[in-house]
């Protein structure tokens, strides 16, 4: 008589059942499998899968690898040390001079040479970056602050406040620059860099308005915007919260080129007398009092304007960097 059918479960490895068609054993697995693994461990065998990066590591990430961001920004830290610690490579004073030594070249000690007054000139070269990083950093902030206020307000609320706000900038726009900052620091006898910063702002911010103005007006027709709106948040949660975020890099980048033009503004103005006086030591002066010697002594003018060259240079290619990492359509 044949013994009674008992069902038995064999043993089956667990590679056999992940590679065959497996059924619910399979799924099983793979699910018990999923669990085991921590959040954000990515696929088995597989690389870990991040956070998606937002814009502004992406530009960092970019920027790091730009070899134009990398040198511009090396000589833009340099120049701010010194501007802040002249002392660090030039030991003298940039308001001593030596009337025996009146226009001669260079000498132990003095690589650039001396002045019509016998000031040494590789000092002046070196205490006028501070001058002129200050009045460029200062003026930048100044006019990126009110030009982002004036075209953020325009932008977000329209209507009779933007076309307000619009013939505002464009009365300003109509002003000369050379010729208003003749007039206006004309009169002025400070010789500090804040009159020439207040110009420069003053005449600066209508271009960073009209940048921030449509930045504004591309980011509130976004449907997060529209989302926040509708879940009843306040224009000031809007602005501050969901709009500058997403406005402010097209500022960034025209506020990083201007900064080079306005060092060369408040150069072009001392040059022309209107702007920093004596005894503020500034590579416009400098090259003002040079210019009617350079056949006699091309140092004095060479100098400092190819500081000054350098310096503007290094800012428009940190802007030109910032403004190919930021631009998304350059990706």
């Keep these: 008589m044949p013994e009674p059918y008992e069902p038995y479960e064999a043993y089956v490895p667990k590679e056999a059942i992940g590679h065959g068609d497996g059924g619910s054993a399979a799924l099983a697995i793979g699910e018990a499998e999923s669990l085991e693994r921590p959040p954000g461990a990515g696929p088995p065998g597989g690389e870990p899968t991040g956070k998606p990066r937002s814009l502004w590591s992406d530009a960092w990430h970019d920027l790091r690898r730009n070899p134009v961001f990398l040198v511009s920004a090396l000589v833009i830290v340099f120049l701010v040390l010194i501007a802040i610690w002249p002392k660090l490579i030039a030991s003298g004073n940039p308001y001593r001079g030596d009337l025996a030594r009146a226009q001669q070249g260079a000498a132990p000690g003095h690589p650039f040479g001396f002045d019509t007054q016998g000031r040494d000139v590789y000092t002046r070269v070196v205490y006028g970056a501070r001058a002129s990083i200050t009045v460029g950093v200062c003026a930048t902030a100044g006019a990126a602050l009110l030009g982002s206020l004036m075209g953020g307000l325009a932008g977000f609320f329209g209507r009779w ?3 307000l706000l619009s013939r505002l900038a464009d009365i300003f726009f109509g002003i000369p620059v050379i010729l208003g900052g003749l007039v206006f620091l004309s009169v002025i006898t400070s010789s500090t860099v804040w009159p020439v910063v207040g110009f420069i702002v003053l005449l600066g911010w209508p271009q960073i308005s009209r940048i921030a103005r449509g930045a504004v007006v591309t980011a509130k027709q976004n449907d997060y915007v529209q989302a926040a709106r509708a879940l009843g948040a306040g224009n000031g949660r809007m602005l501050l919260r969901h709009i500058a975020p997403n406005a402010i890099a097209p500022v960034i980048v025209v506020a990083t080129i201007a900064l080079g ?6 150069a072009t103005l001392s040059f022309l007398g209107a702007g920093l006086k004596p005894p503020t030591v500034s590579w416009g002066i400098d090259i003002s009092a040079a210019s009617t010697y350079i056949r006699n002594a091309p140092h004095m003018l ?4 190819g500081a000054l060259s350098i310096t503007v240079l290094a800012f428009i290619m940190l802007g030109d960097a910032v403004r190919d990492a930021l631009d998304p359509k350059l990706r």
């Design 161 to 163: 406040w933007d076309t």
């Design 302 to 305: 060479l100098w400092p304007a």
């Design 261 to 266: 033009t306005y060092i060369a503004l408040e």
